[in-house]
């Protein structure tokens, strides 16, 4: 049973720690502000994604042991992804047997994406940020057909002084992203992504926010490339007022070297 102050293990995820570590600063703003102790193990790795995907089982499951090694003491696994969230929470249990199935199933019940995590289970009504402007949502695959992640968000992007949120027409289709498809499919990647800019530049919104830095990378790539000045971000950077770096794709100059040495406490 959780305790008064949940036990969270963050399950920082691979793009965050290699390619935007400000999302990983901004998700334990949030969980600690929300009264959680949360920790961040070193042990941690790849939640074995592109393994799985990719038709290798034993290199999956090698990860997934791992991970449940590192994860398991804990009252609640949160990751700012719905992708990873969904590969620990949906997937282990289909990938593991035995007593390796029982422990997946174990923590598959207390994983969850980090919004859907403040919403439902902390039951956060909002968090004080501020954020003028104009946005529009950006929803992943992963959390609208795997974690049920829709309202979570909205609601809380609702509460954020000074921002008005922006339907995109069909914001539930894939950017093309898909991990490993946009590399095996690029054209039609391709093709995907570009429709995806062109209902989000149909907005008029001045930012596109989401929950998944794989797709996040992916839009904003376009949105740079055909010269917009949308600026992309993960949602957990303005939930938690944490806008000092610079927009997805505009240059930031990041010095973790893929680490994130402030988290591994």
């Known amino acids: 049973m959780a305790s008064a102050q949940p036990d969270v293990g963050l399950f920082v995820t691979c793009l965050v720690d290699l390619m935007r570590p400000s999302v990983g600063f901004a998700a ?5 502000d929300a009264g959680c102790r949360v920790t961040v193990p070193v042990s941690q790795t790849c939640c074995g994604q592109p393994s799985y995907n990719s038709g290798d089982s034993e290199g999956a499951r090698a990860i997934a042991e791992n991970v449940l090694d590192a994860f398991e003491k804990f009252d609640y696994v949160v990751a700012p992804s719905a992708s990873c969230a969904a590969m620990i ?5 289909l990938l593991l047997e035995g007593a390796g199935g029982i422990r997946a199933r174990a923590l ?3 994983t969850h ?3 859907s995590f403040l919403t439902d289970v902390l039951h956060v009504e909002e968090t004080g940020a501020e954020y003028p402007g104009v946005a ?11 974690m049920d992640v829709r309202d979570q968000p909205r609601r809380l992007l609702d509460r954020v002084a ?4 922006k339907e995109t027409e069909e914001s539930e289709s894939c950017c093309g992203f898909g991990g490993l498809f946009s590399v095996k499919f690029p054209e039609i990647s391709g093709h995907m ?3 995806k800019v062109d209902r989000v530049t149909a907005t008029g919104a001045d930012t596109l926010l989401g929950g998944d830095l794989g797709c996040l990378l992916n839009i904003a790539g376009r949105l740079k490339r055909r010269g917009s000045a949308i600026r992309v971000r993960h949602v ?18 990041e010095a973790h070297g893929g680490q994130l040495p402030q988290l591994r406490r």
């Open 28 to 32: 334990v703003k949030l969980l600690e």
């Open 89 to 93: 929470k949906v997937h282990y249990p």
């Open 108 to 110: 598959a019940g207390r």
């Open 113 to 115: 994406e980090l919004v």
């Open 136 to 146: 529009t949502y950006h929803d992943s695959c992963s959390s609208l057909r795997e």
């Open 162 to 165: 000074g921002l008005t949120l």
């Open 193 to 195: 992504v570009d429709a």
């Open 236 to 253: 957990a950077e303005v939930l938690a007022a944490a806008t000092g770096t610079p927009p997805i794709g505009e240059g930031e100059e």
